[in-house]
Nanobody, 120 residues
Framework: QVQLVESGGGLVQAGGSLRLSCAAS????????MGWYRQGPGKQREPVAV???????NYADSVKGRFTISRDSAKNTVYLQMNSLKPEDTAVYYC??????????????WGQGTQVTVSS
């Protein structure tokens, strides 16, 4: 089993910054993607940013230029640097890891979620 531990959420004013961290432990395969999803009030969960083992990144259009995802694969840790935060960024942010063997996804794991609140 894989466990994900998140940290870094909180309350920040519009225009401010936060840095989220997520560390994975357990039976983590070496080939995986790690990312962040979020779910705002009354909204469905949506992807925010994803990064592959090779460092390829993908961002939601709404956060491009403001958020940066990075990872330390040796530590199975993923980070999300959030700058120029807006009230619409307010959501519960979830860490995610998907593991693969022979190009087949074998695992999909989620953290407990951390609240990010951006005040106007």
């Amino acid at each position: 089993q894989v466990q994900l531990v998140e940290s870094g959420g909180g309350l920040v004013q519009a225009g401010g910054s936060l840095r989220l961290s997520c560390a994975a432990s357990g039976s983590v395969f070496s080939i995986n993607t790690m990312g962040w999803y979020r779910q705002g009030p009354g909204k469905q969960r949506e992807p925010v940013a994803v990064i592959t083992t090779g460092g390829v990144t993908n961002y939601a259009d709404s956060v491009k230029g403001r958020f940066t995802i990075s990872r330390d694969s040796a530590k199975n840790t993923v980070y999300l640097q959030m700058n120029s935060l807006k009230p619409e960024d307010t959501a519960v942010y979830y860490c995610n890891i998907r593991t693969y063997q022979a190009a087949v996804r074998v695992g999909d794991y989620w953290g407990q979620g951390t609240q990010v609140t951006v005040s106007s």
